[in-house]
């Protein structure tokens, strides 16, 4: 039987997010009480890096791994968010969304508070490894060559060029990704790639679709203990099924009657 790992994805940490992000956002209450579950499992937890060495054939996992992600990089991110994670010694991947957060930058998301990418520092030295979550988050799977390697390559260059090292990893914006995507995203110089997919990963998983739980406002204590304990979700790898695919087409059949890039939300 292929042993589960756990890999949560949390967007906001707040009270009072705004109304897009609200269904995707836990209270600092919450977020306190799932990162104790974290500590109390048992579970090593670990970075995307370890898991992408392990993928890769390079190096074992660590006993019973956990990984906890952040996308896009709200406001809370380099303050409590970290203070929270650094005071139980836990590390995270932070993916972040550089034109959100690069002042005078341009992205798609709507308006939220945001970090700014300066201080994208901060979170390495708390704990953080900080990874690519493209420019404006747009549906990756429907854009234009030109498109999609401007989001991968830019990004990944505005956040290396303020860290002064390689950024190798990417999250997918709201986790659409094609066999095309993912294809460009090897090329473009990443050695992983995280997806959504709601299900948990395993030492077997895809290096460039590895599955997330997203953990929504809804979620509990009891869900996160379930999900560390390798139960309530499937495990990948799997394939894609017709429904998955047939959104994709659906979706850039739209991209397409817009006539521009559209947010991936």
């Excluded at 953080?128 to 854009?143: C, F, P, W, Y």
């Excluded at 956040?159 to 390689?166: C, K």
Aim: neutral net charge; without cysteine.
């Amino acid at each position: 039987m292929t042993a589960a790992v756990p890999v949560f994805l949390y967007h906001a940490v707040m009270d009072d997010p705004p109304d897009w992000i609200a269904e995707f956002t836990v209270t600092p209450k919450e977020f306190a009480a799932h990162l104790d579950a974290v500590v109390d499992s048992g579970r090593t937890p670990v970075t995307i890096s370890t898991l992408a060495e392990h993928l890769a054939g390079r190096a074992p996992l660590p006993p019973r791994p956990v990984l906890l992600t952040f996308d896009d990089g709200f406001a809370d991110l380099p303050g409590p968010t970290a203070d929270a994670l650094a005071g139980r010694a836990l590390p995270a991947t932070a993916y972040l969304t550089t034109g959100a957060i690069t002042p005078g930058g341009h992205s798609l998301l709507p308006p939220a508070p945001m970090m700014t990418l300066d201080r994208a520092v901060e979170l390495e030295r708390s704990g953080m490894e900080i990874g690519s979550h493209t420019v404006t988050h747009a549906q990756l799977d429907t854009l234009t060559t030109r498109q999609l390697r401007a989001e991968l390559l830019d990004s990944k260059a505005a956040l290396e060029d303020t860290l002064g090292h390689p950024v190798p990893h990417l999250a997918y914006p709201h986790g659409y990704n094609s066999p095309r995507v993912r294809a460009m995203t090897a090329r473009a110089g990443y050695r992983t790639a995280t997806a959504v997919r709601h299900a948990l990963s395993s030492e077997r998983d895809e290096r460039y679709r590895i599955a997330r739980l997203i953990v929504r406002r809804g979620h509990t204590v009891a869900d996160v203990e379930a999900w560390l304990a390798g139960d309530g979700a499937r495990i990948a790898p799997y394939r894609d099924g017709p429904k998955t695919i047939g959104w994709r087409w659906y979706r850039r059949a739209r991209t397409v009657l817009h006539g521009r890039p559209v947010f991936a939300g």
